[in-house]
């Protein structure tokens, strides 16, 4: 029995900040909107749109799943785990798992390594792996450097075993290095500095973007050398295991931080002249849901039967990053309405 992703649809808010389009950041990032979830609307209520957009895009029936994970850093509560809360209202059978992974942009390709442990072993049949994230709560109103990135999403995949020998998932390959968590964090909060009892402190940078210990920080330089060093040396590891060269492969998805951090990484990579996916324009950065946004967009474009072989890699927040290829040709096509 090997994993497949037979489905993948998508959640967006209905505000949409647009970032000036003669800005210095939103032409370097390629960043020209962002959805923002309203004030009342968190990472649950995200994650059960797109779920029920995938339900009724592949006529899912709910009763079969029986196991759920989502991937997000902005959960409702600290406890009880989301996850949880989600079964009860997608209405899901109360016989299936549920749990959270609280892990950023590399989030999605961990997701998929588990369902496929989970799928793989029996211990699961149908698995929904959902992504969603809030991280506009976190930035300050007036840090331009991450208001103008970050935007909030979430997805709905569904993963399913057949019947074969041939990987729907393989070569994943992990990355860590918490030495760099201070690079992108949100400081106040948790156990180590508890909300309310720790002062707030507001500082401002050189160039004016204004945040507190309450906000969400991101060392930008850090994270673009960071980012440039690793994932050059992840794709060699990903299609060596896989016995893949550069150009067996149908389509490079990676986590869509920002236009230039890609353009540096595709061409480090030497990926120039291969299909390269790189639209994060009406999106932004929106850590894990980037991923399954833009295989949702592929899937709605192109042949998935074209997409037996899918390099994709997620990289950011922890620091973590993670790689694996994908077989899409087995995807569903969206139901008729």
Known sequence: MKAYIKGISTYVPRQIEYNDAESRITKKTGIYERHIAAPDECSSD??????????????????????????????????????????????ISRNCGAFDLNLGCSGYIFGLSVAKGLLETGQAKHVLLLTAETYSKWTHPED??????????????????????????????????????????????????????????????????????????????????????????????????????????????????NRFMLESIQHKCKLNDLPFWNKPDQYGNTVSSTIPLALAEILQSVDATSLKKVVSIGFGVGLSWAGCVMDLSRSWKKATK
Not at 183 to 190: E, R
């Open 144 to 257: 331009a450097a991450a208001r103008a990135i970050f935007g909030d999403a979430a997805t709905a995949t569904l993963l399913e075993a057949e019947d074969t020998a041939q990987d729907g998932l393989s070569a994943f390959v992990f990355g860590t290095d918490g030495s760099g968590g201070p690079d992108i964090i949100v400081p106040v909060g948790g156990m180590r500095e508890p909300g309310g009892a720790t002062a707030e402190i507001e500082t401002v940078d050189s160039a004016g973007n204004k945040r507190t210990n309450y906000n969400l920080y991101m060392n930008g330089r850090a994270v673009i050398s960071f980012a440039q060093d690793v994932v050059p040396k992840m794709l060699k590891k990903v299609l060596e295991a896989a016995g893949l060269k550069r150009e067996d492969v149908d389509y490079y998805v990676f986590h869509q931080a």
């Open 46 to 91: 995200m994650a059960v749109s797109a779920a029920e957009n995938l339900f009724s895009d592949y006529g899912i029936d709910r009763s079969k799943i029986d196991f759920i994970i989502l991937c997000t850093q902005s959960p409702d509560y600290f406890l009880p785990t989301t996850a949880c809360l989600l079964q009860h209202r997608l209405g």
